[in-house]
């Protein structure tokens, strides 16, 4: 694997899991189900 090769890799696994991590920390600090004023509809 070429050196160009390997950076691109770190960078994307930076991309990929910093985004993770910075989704999971956002809806840790700001709650995602419990605090929504108006229940879920569901049509089927």
Known sequence: MSTSAIVMMLVAMIVIWG???ASVVNLLRHGAVETRTEPVRRDL
């Open 19 to 21: 985004g993770l991590i």
